[in-house]
């Protein structure tokens, strides 16, 4: 199966500024097959990004999604205080659905 | 508008079998993949496996003596059954439906703690 390694563990950053946040899978994936997921306390999950880089109507164009083969990047333009949270990539291959373990956008 | 819902017991000891169900509304049953995803207390997602409208089914590796998924379309609801729980399986078990497009889960439930424990 697929492993997805993000980085950074966490984030430390302030409103306003830019979050890069990178997802490396341990082969390519195919199809373009990544998603991103946005996560706050209590919550489910929130898809973000799909097929690496397209946008839900509902999600707001600060967030970017980019990347192919084995590196992908989810790029937040200006930091909104609603967006501290954690992000996880997730990617799809033959059947399997795996997760990153998540990375953790704090102030 | 697709809604999921969890529903199942809060607590288990150790070895009991886990069922927990999952009721779909404002979606067609078909061209998904009916997804359970599980959660442990302050950690990552970990994918458990799904049903596909067409009966196929597949599983997370480290799960799949312990798991199966089922479907029943006429009730629009979906069920988890794992067997011989032990402590680390307590978790937040979630029901997503992925597309069969571009495999990604647009429509999550809001999750249910499952605590096991003597």
């Known amino acids: 199966d697929i492993v997805l390694t993000q980085s950074p563990g966490t984030l430390s950053l302030s409103p306003g500024d830019r979050a890069t946040l990178s997802c490396r899978a341990s082969?390519?994936?195919?199809?373009?097959?990544l998603a991103w997921y946005q996560q706050k306390p209590g919550q489910a999950p929130r898809l973000l990004i799909y097929?690496?880089?397209s946008r839900p109507i509902d999600i707001p164009d600060r967030f970017r999604g980019s990347g192919s083969g084995t590196d992908f990047t989810l790029t937040i333009k200006r930091l909104e205080p609603e967006d501290f949270a954690v992000y996880y990539c997730?990617?799809?291959?033959?059947?399997?659905?795996?997760f990153g373990q998540g990375t953790k956008v704090e102030i | 508008q697709v809604q999921l819902h969890e529903s199942g017991p809060g607590l288990m000891k150790p070895s009991e079998t886990l069922s927990l169900t999952c009721t779909v509304s404002?979606?067609?049953?078909?061209?998904?993949?009916w997804t359970w995803i599980r959660q442990p207390p302050g950690k990552g997602l970990e994918w458990i496996g799904y049903?596909?409208?067409?009966?196929?089914?597949n599983y997370n590796a480290s799960l799949k003596s312990r798991v199966s998924i089922s479907m029943d379309a006429s009730t629009g609801q979906f069920s988890l059954r794992l067997t011989s729980v032990t402590t680390a399986d307590t978790a937040v078990y979630y029901c997503?439906?992925?597309?069969?497009?571009?495999?990604?889960?647009?429509?999550w439930g809001q999750g249910i703690l499952v605590t096991v424990s003597s």
């Open positions: 997503a439906r992925s597309d069969s497009l571009d495999y990604f889960f647009d429509s």
């Open positions: 404002g979606s067609s049953i078909s061209n998904y993949y």
């Open positions: 049903y596909y409208h067409s009966g196929n089914t």
């Open positions: 082969q390519s994936v195919g199809g373009s097959y």
């Open positions: 097929a690496t880089s």
């Open positions: 997730q990617q799809y291959d033959n059947s399997v659905w795996t």
